[in-house]
């Protein structure tokens, strides 16, 4: 078993900046592709973006490409994921996933976090 909790979410204007963390424990980290989704109120959960286990990959959802940045800290077993610019159709309760070995861009994680609330007001 993984365990995954994220931290971070919270309210910010339009244009602002977030940083999401997602600390994981219970399995070696580097097992691991990591990921970041989200979901809005009323829709499918969607693809944010996702690191290879190494990180030397990455991978974004065309609506978050040049903002969202995502990175890993194999040594604090932690994932990131850097929000700028935010816009308000990017607010929605954002998940952290882990994924055995291979990164992935649809919701096929074996691990989910709790997920934080981020909201983009205008």
């Known amino acids: 078993q993984v365990q995954l909790v994220e931290s971070g979410g919270g309210l910010v204007q339009v244009g602002g900046s977030l940083r999401l963390s997602c600390a994981t424990s219970g399995r070696p980290f580097t097992n691991y592709a990591m990921g970041w989704f989200r979901q809005a109120p009323g829709k499918e959960r969607e693809f944010v973006a996702a690191?290879?286990?190494?990180?030397?990959?990455?991978r974004y959802a065309d609506s978050v490409k040049g903002r969202f940045t995502i990175s890993r800290d194999n040594a604090e077993s932690t994932v990131y994921l850097q929000m700028n610019s935010l816009k308000p159709e990017d607010t929605a309760v954002y998940y952290c996933?882990?994924?055995?070995?291979?990164?992935?861009?649809?919701?096929?994680?074996?691990?989910w976090g709790q997920g934080t609330q981020v909201t983009v007001s205008s």
């Open positions: 996933a882990a994924k055995t070995l291979i990164l992935a861009v649809t919701t096929d994680y074996d691990y």
């Open positions: 690191v290879s286990r190494l990180g030397g990959s990455s």
